[in-house]
């Protein structure tokens, strides 16, 4: 698909992409492309919000549960599985239709990141995290900076899995792990043509605090507890995401369950701004308010806007 045209809904957390999605990929004889970094995950489906296995039957969805919480998955890895999975779809005679709410994700489909297929050994990095428990974050920074100056002056000491890759990166190389970003080749080269779904700021802002009280009600604290007592940690990158992090810091008693819910609620306010933030910049883009357009009426003109191959 490198260098074809491709349809994607984008847009901040709770504006309605996912409903969106699904009514156009019915209407379009379509099939959807999740581009959403927390649903690639196996057993995390209160917290990332996963459409229901009964609509995936209706309309098929790719890149849902396709690792393990313990795997690490990467934009590199987003871009070869969604491009594979946009060719078969058309090969089917099919529409695929990208939707997420992850800006690093599309813009690595377009090219503008650099490929993430380092090399890892699984063997150094349990012995990093060994020295990180022995001799804590400001020595193995310290060993960073001695490694890779330029690197650690763009990571934070407590940052402990930015700075266990980059040491483990440099220990399996010789290299730092600046010279080896460097040395990458580029990735993707799709051309994507974007629908906004948004909605003021303030219904959002209602919508996320509703949600995040009906996952709290309905699973979310025994979906995380689910998953530590099966061995995942809460320092995994998949388990450090909002709502993730703070329940699990809820099972160890650092935190009251209304304190995760409201600190939930904050972080997936502020990251609904930063995705604005990305996404104003995305273009070509029509932007479409779902708070004042009926969904029929907002897909029907999707729709026709893509038999007629806009927007340009």
Not at 26 to 54: F, L, N, P, W
Not at 98 to 116: H, I
Not at 121 to 143: I, P, Q
Not at 190 to 200: L, S
Request: hydrophobic share 40%; proline share 5%.
């Amino acid at each position: 698909m490198s260098g074809e045209a491709i349809y994607a809904i984008v847009g901040p957390t709770a504006a309605g992409k996912t409903r969106v999605a699904f009514e156009l990929a019915r209407m379009t004889d379509g099939e959807i492309i999740s581009a959403d970094s927390r649903q690639v995950y196996r057993y995390m489906d209160v917290g990332t919000d996963k459409i229901s296995q009964a609509d995936r039957r209706v309309v098929p969805h790719h890149l849902i549960d396709v690792a393990d919480p313990d795997e690490i998955f990467t934009a590199a890895d987003f871009v070869e599985r969604a491009a594979d999975a946009a060719r078969r779809i058309v090969l089917r005679g099919k529409t695929p239709i990208l939707a997420g709410g992850t800006p690093m994700y599309f813009k690595a489909l377009e090219g503008d990141m650099l490929s993430l297929a380092l090399p890892s050994d699984e063997a150094v990095r349990a012995e990093l995290r060994r020295e990180f428990e022995a001799k804590g974050s400001l020595s193995m920074h310290a060993e960073l900076a001695l490694a890779d100056p330029e690197l650690a002056s763009r990571v934070h000491p407590n940052d402990a899995y930015r700075v266990t890759r980059a040491l483990e990166l440099y220990r399996i190389s010789g290299k730092p792990p600046t010279a080896l970003y460097v040395e990458r080749d580029k990735i993707g080269g799709m051309k994507i043509k974007y629908f906004g779904v948004n909605a003021p700021r303030d219904i959002l802002y209602r919508k996320i605090e509703r949600r995040a009280a009906g996952q709290f009600e309905n699973g979310y604290p025994e979906e995380v507890e689910w998953l530590l007592e099966r061995g995942y940690s809460k320092d995994l990158p998949s388990m450090r995401g909002f709502g993730y992090r703070e329940l699990a810091l809820f099972h160890e008693g650092s935190m009251t369950l209304d304190e995760a819910l409201q600190s939930d609620i904050r972080a997936t306010k502020a990251f609904s701004r930063r995705q604005m933030t990305w996404f104003k910049q995305f273009s070509p883009i029509m932007w479409y308010d779902s708070s004042q357009t009926i969904l029929e009426d907002l897909v029907a003109d999707m729709a026709e806007k893509i038999s007629s191959g806009v927007p340009e």
